[in-house]
């Protein structure tokens, strides 16, 4: 916002004040309530994939919205960071990996290309938690990428033949005729997969569970690899 109280792009609108009585309505917006379930650090597994799983087996349980739904960060060469939201599609829980998967050729695929590292984050409000995930990535072989993209819906196997992900498009007319395009496609060749459909495999080096809880106080417990391969458990200030 400027110093005169407008928006900053001289529009003189009523932005500003839009942006001000936004933010009121955002204070005051719904928090979830109910009971959250209870976390205690002292019960946790030695290493974090179980715990994971133990997460995510009751976020299933109790039907949280889209719990396999992730925000994938990365960074290009020079160090610019970016985030976006990611399938999960895969666990190993026993050596703490995950999977996801996208076009190589996408503003992601480029950083992992040249700095393979990256973060996962999930939230799930519904259980007041969040785990992070940071550690090297690999790109898993042609039969990973075959596997899974087969096992997808015709509609989305069309889509990773429509186009170059994050491409600039020039408008609907374009997309729809891709689309078209890339239905016919699939279905003259059912097993077909696209070159640079990838998967690609991050491999937490540290894992952190965050657990809310206003009113006994929120917990965050902190696994990091071992040069030995076992797990060091930190408890953090929330
Ligand atoms: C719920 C949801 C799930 C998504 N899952 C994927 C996915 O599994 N793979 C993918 O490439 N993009 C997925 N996207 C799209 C990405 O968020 C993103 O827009 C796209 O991959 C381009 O990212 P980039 O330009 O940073 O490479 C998903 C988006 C949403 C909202």
Redesign the pocket.
């Known amino acids: 916002m400027g110093t005169d109280g407008t928006d900053g792009t001289g529009a003189g609108d009523g932005a500003a004040e839009r942006d001000a009585e936004l933010l009121a309505r955002m204070r005051a917006a719904p928090v979830l309530a109910g009971e959250l379930p209870r976390f205690d650090p002292g019960d946790a597994p030695a290493a974090p994939g179980p715990l994971f799983a133990r997460w995510l087996e009751r976020a299933l349980a109790d039907r949280l919205p889209?719990p396999h739904?992730m925000t994938l960060s990365t960074a290009g060469p020079g160090g610019e960071p970016?985030a976006?939201?990611?399938?999960l599609?895969g666990v190993d829980s026993a050596d703490c990996a995950f999977l996801?998967?996208?076009?190589a050729r996408?503003?992601?695929?480029r950083d992992l290309a040249a700095n393979p590292r990256a973060a996962l984050t999930f939230y799930w409000p519904g259980h007041g938690r969040q785990i992070r995930l940071t550690g090297p990535v690999a790109v898993l072989g042609p039969e990973a990428a075959r596997q899974d993209y087969l096992g997808r819906s015709p509609a989305s196997r069309a889509a990773g033949f429509t186009g170059r992900?994050?491409a600039p498009l020039s408008g609907p007319e374009e997309y729809e005729r891709a689309t078209r395009e890339a239905r016919a496609h699939v279905a003259a060749d059912p097993a077909a997969v696209p070159a640079t459909h990838t998967v690609y495999r991050l491999r937490a080096r540290e894992a952190e569970f965050f657990q809310a809880d206003p009113a006994r106080g929120h917990l965050r417990l902190r696994y990091a690899r071992t040069a030995d391969g076992g797990w060091d458990r930190t408890l953090l200030w929330p």
Request: aromatic share 6%; hydrophobic share 35%; proline share 6%.
């Open positions: 889209e739904v970016g976006r939201v990611l399938m599609r996801f998967a996208s076009d996408s503003p992601k695929g992900q994050s």
